[in-house]
């Protein structure tokens, strides 16, 4: 029987991996060097990266690891095996798509220090091995999780979470994440408008050089269209310049 993947996780490995995809298997997984390794990583709303071979993977145990080379793709979808990949008995893994959870924040709790990040955001919760528990303790929060097997990453879903300092515990190291509030807002420069009509809005947060996704919704509370704008580095507040959102 194939092996099965569990999960996997697009994040910044913290131990010198760069951004990698972590794809953890239910079963030991090693390389085909003969057939040669052929991997796909399906992006939202921009072309696949293709080709992805040798070079860009690594494999443990379980553990797949694949090199998206420094660049993070915050509209990652999913991964494909196309070839390459398979267990100790020569069964290759599947090559249908994997389903991929993109991890804004890494903690890597091994060095006892604090992370910051913001509340709604998903972070990774970085071991040095798997199969690790995390012991989470903050405002409202006392819970304990775990990489599972093959896996060095949990991601942790902080919606809904208070602002404030969060105690990640694993192995007898703390560090520590400090949620604070993003500060996101947008007034929009008319109450109501048409199909017609070119829809122009006001960004705000409390940081930085921050890349945006602004979805127009009609009554139903349905997405009209989309357009991506930016929080510049000079100030809190960038215009978007007038641009329809129309259908």
């Not at 990652?76 to 196309?82: E, F």
């Not at 303790?137 to 969060?166: H, M, W």
């Amino acid at each position: 029987m194939a092996p099965s993947a569990r999960k996997a996780t697009h994040y910044v490995d913290s131990t010198g991996n760069g951004t990698v995809i972590e794809v953890a298997y239910d079963e030991t997984i090693v390389q085909n060097t003969t057939e040669g390794i052929d991997i796909d990583v399906g992006l939202e709303g921009a072309d696949d990266l293709t080709g992805l071979d040798a070079g860009d993977v690594n494999t443990t145990d379980g553990r797949l690891e694949i090199n998206t080379s420094g660049t993070v793709y915050n509209n990652v979808a999913n991964v494909t095996i196309n070839s390459g990949i398979e267990d100790t008995a020569g069964n290759a893994v599947s090559d249908s798509a994997i389903g991929v959870t993109f991890a804004s924040t890494t903690v890597d709790v091994s060095e006892g220090t604090t992370f910051d990040s913001f509340t709604g955001a998903q972070v990774a919760l970085e071991a040095n091995s798997d199969d690790t528990a995390f012991s989470i303790e903050g405002p409202g929060v006392d819970r304990t999780r775990g990489t599972g097997a093959n896996s060095y990453v949990y991601v942790l879903d902080t919606e809904g979470f208070e602002t404030g300092e969060y105690n990640i515990t694993a192995d007898g190291t703390t560090s520590v994440l400090d949620l604070g509030d993003l500060g996101m807002e947008i007034s929009p420069d008319a109450d109501s408008y048409t199909t017609d009509d070119a829809v122009t809005a006001e960004l705000s947060s409390d940081t930085i050089n921050r890349e945006v996704l602004v979805e127009v919704l009609d009554s139903n509370g349905d997405v009209i269209t989309d357009e991506e704008a930016f929080i510049d580095s000079d100030r809190e507040r960038f215009r978007r310049p007038r641009r329809a959102f129309r259908r």
